[in-house]
């Protein structure tokens, strides 16, 4: 009976001899959190230089490499694996080479094509000094960040609330001990005081002086008191005495002199 031929497993042409990929490179299902590893094979980057032409065959050694991924197509046909002109024309998952600071950094966005001009960013990984990483989602970052603040908020909630039992220990044993320290303690500082004022006082000769009210209306009549009534009328009623009091009064009420 006849089988199926195998298709030969890829070969990286950077390495001599070859053979295929180590059943650990093969990674998870896209979108599995990966970000707690890191890859590196020191053994290589004292082979090969890293640079932008070697640097995704670098990469394909990690765990983070699909090799269902257009770019092992062109590896197998023998071109370039990140020529866009043949991705372009292509659907499926694909590696870009988004970033390049070489020799240090150079970031590889896993997406996925559609179309020409059609794709779907899925994940992101960056290569730092030899070194592979998976860049965490930025939702991922934020639940980090929220959930480190409220660590720290609640880690001084706590310190207060302790440091504030022993103050109302204190008090207490303050409350149990004699007044006489109580008394001393409430002792008035003449020089605060007199530097208090001073400060006031600088600070109102630094005012400009309040300005003059502004003149009454004409026929506007100041509101008097009782006191000012009474006096007022007293005045008013001094007038009306016009007679002479010792002819037309009588004996009985003429004044003393």
Do not use: W
């Given at each position: 009976m006849a089988t199926t031929p195998?298709?030969?497993?890829?070969?990286?042409s950077n390495f001599e001899g070859?053979?295929?990929?180590?059943?650990?490179?093969?990674?998870?299902?896209?979108?599995?959190?990966?970000?707690?590893?890191?890859?590196?094979?020191q053994l290589w980057l004292n082979t090969y230089p890293l640079d932008r032409n070697l640097v995704f065959d670098y990469f394909a050694l990690?765990?983070?490499?699909?090799?269902?991924?257009?770019?092992?197509?062109?590896?197998?046909?023998?071109?370039?694996?990140?020529?866009?002109?043949?991705?372009?024309?292509?659907t499926g998952t694909e590696y870009m080479l988004?970033?390049?600071?070489?020799?240090h950094l150079f970031v590889f966005r896993k997406q996925k094509r559609d179309g020409p001009e059609k794709v779907t960013p899925m994940l992101t990984y960056y290569v730092l000094d030899g070194s592979?990483?998976?860049?965490?989602?930025?939702?991922?970052?934020?639940?980090?960040?929220?959930?480190?603040?409220?660590?720290?908020?609640?880690?001084?909630?706590t310190t207060a609330a302790s440091k504030l039992e022993k103050v109302?220990?204190?008090?207490?044993?303050?409350?149990?001990?004699?007044?006489?320290?109580?008394?001393?303690?409430?002792?008035?500082?003449?020089?605060?005081?007199k530097r208090v004022d001073h400060i006031?006082?600088?600070?109102?000769?630094?005012?400009?002086?309040?300005?003059?009210?502004?003149p009454f209306p004409d026929g506007y009549a100041l509101p008097t008191t009782e006191g000012e009534k009474g006096s007022s009328d007293a005045q008013q009623a001094e007038p009306l005495a016009s007679v002479d009091p010792i002819i037309d009064q009588g004996p009985s009420k003429r004044m003393k002199v």
């Open positions: 195998m298709i030969p497993p890829p070969v990286n070859g053979g295929p990929p180590p059943p650990g490179a093969i990674p998870p299902p896209p979108g599995t959190d990966m970000t707690g590893i890191c890859f590196r094979d990690s765990p983070f490499y699909d090799y269902t991924c257009n770019n092992e197509q062109l590896r197998i046909r023998a071109t370039h694996p990140l020529d866009i002109s043949h991705l372009s024309k292509m988004s970033e390049v600071l070489e020799p592979i990483y998976q860049a965490p989602q930025l939702c991922n970052v934020f639940a980090s960040r929220v959930g480190r603040a409220l660590y720290h908020i609640s880690k001084a909630f109302g220990y204190v008090d207490a044993e303050n409350e149990s001990a004699p007044a006489e320290p109580k008394a001393a303690k409430e002792t008035i500082d003449f020089k605060e005081l006031l006082a600088s600070l109102q000769r630094k005012l400009p002086p309040a300005p003059p009210p502004p």
